[in-house]
């Protein structure tokens, strides 16, 4: 008897707890490419990343640095050497230990040529990752070391402000090598994968979900309130909206742009609209024809689109124009302007129809151009009115391909087959580098191809320069290059744009938009949208 009831009393104790357990569902915008924080590329799977696995640091509203792995750090007087110290008990989800080590494994992958992967030249800040990325040296010269197996050592190239903000991004999380040393590339699956986040992986059904559970062995478990986390991918927002609607989504990945004036009317409460450091533009592929070495001709497209029309029409205000890569917004920067970005509309049509003649087209010999976009309606809407604008002002003859997101990414690594296609960035840092190292000739994320030694020595110096006046006057003219051999078109500055429940709470507006699920909460939600 006493068996039973001990047993029975044990089954109404999980019954309680599972009646408390409370669960989150996210829309994520696109099917993850990779959970492997080193290879990872699109926002959807770096949120994802960022709720499975931890950095040194975070980032906390308003993009300030906090301290995550690392308990806390010292910086040496020149700015070169930072010694971080990890936090005690620090457990892998598995329950193994987390070590200094694990940090040097997982720097050394990001680095790693046979990684692949595209923010490896975000690390080269880091001393030795230049020969490292560029195959002279073994990785076991990038400068970070283990003292011992909760002090990790960094040194750096040169003085670096943003260094700890960078630090917050997956390319620079721990990994665990017994995983990675059994599975390889396949590590990042539903029961291999070891993370020391918030959150585990449960389960990944592509187009339908992924699931995360609370990592009962993270440091910081107590103050973690949500049990599971669903991340819903879509590339349609206006099924977001349906699930939002019916309570089956807390949080949305975007809202459909031709829907915001009635959101506005009936969801004003849950509506989150706030600045955001990102840049919606097309890349040229200056690698070959008909891009490659005709400045003019990808000036004259700049020219031609009317950027206002695409906010106030597509956009429904929701966004800046932008002519630019680098967002307003910056800390202690302000960018760039084409000396046209004030001219009237008259004037910069007729100098796109000047330059379009010179770079050899008319009306008797039209360009013609394919524009690639991953599939998503505003992405569509956008490429249609572009086009549209294009043939009106030049009678430029535009083929629209759009793709799913993964087959989209390899085209637009591979250079081969794009002409032009649709690109965003959003900054992983609060620092103009965040934008201008992506056209660095050499870094992963150049799908545009663009090479200039002037641009990436104005980089450099950068990079090495103590003095933040001098810093930004390198950066400055660097971005005046760009705006000279005009890359890149920039289209419109981003908004983050949210349905949010009242229940969730601890949200917070940023300019990354990085929100971590363990710093949320669900509270007061009604019986009838609980699941």
Known sequence: MFRIRYGLFWALCLIAVLSNATELQLGNGNEPETLDPHRAEGVSASNIVRDLFEGL??????????????????VSSDGLEYLFRLREGLRWSNGEA????????????????????????MLIVIAGAESVIAERQPIEQLAVAALDAQTLHIRLQVPTPHFLGLLSHPSTFPIHRPSLQRWGRDFARPGRLVSNGAYTLESWTPQSSIRLKRNRYYWNDAQTAIDTVVYRPSEDSNTELKRYRASELDVTYEIPLQQAPWLRQNYGRDLHVAGYLGTY????????????????????????????????????????????????GLSGYTPQRPVWADWSREQRLAEARRLYAEAGYSAQRPLEVELRYNTHEDHKRIATVVAAMWKQWLGVRTRLLNEEFKVFIQNRNLRKITQLFRAVWIADYDDPTAFTDILHSNHGQNDMAYNNSEYDSLLAQAAAEVDPSRRRGHLAQAEQLLLRDQPVLPIYTYTSKHLVKPWVQGWQDNPLDIHYSKDLRIVGRPAEAAR
């Open 281 to 328: 533009f097309y890349g040229f592929n200056c690698s070959r024809p008909p891009f490659k070495d005709n400045p003019k001709l990808r000036r004259a497209l700049a020219l031609a689109v009317d950027r206002q029309v695409i906010v106030d029409k597509v956009m429904n205000g929701l966004a800046l124009p932008s002519y630019s890569l680098l967002p307003p």
């Open 57 to 74: 640091t975070s980032v906390e509203a308003g993009a300030a640095v906090r301290p995550a792995a690392a308990k806390n750090w010292e």
């Open 98 to 121: 987390v070590q200094a080590e694990d940090f040097v494994a997982g720097l050394r992958r990001s680095v790693d040529p046979a990684t692949g992967s595209a923010y490896a030249q």
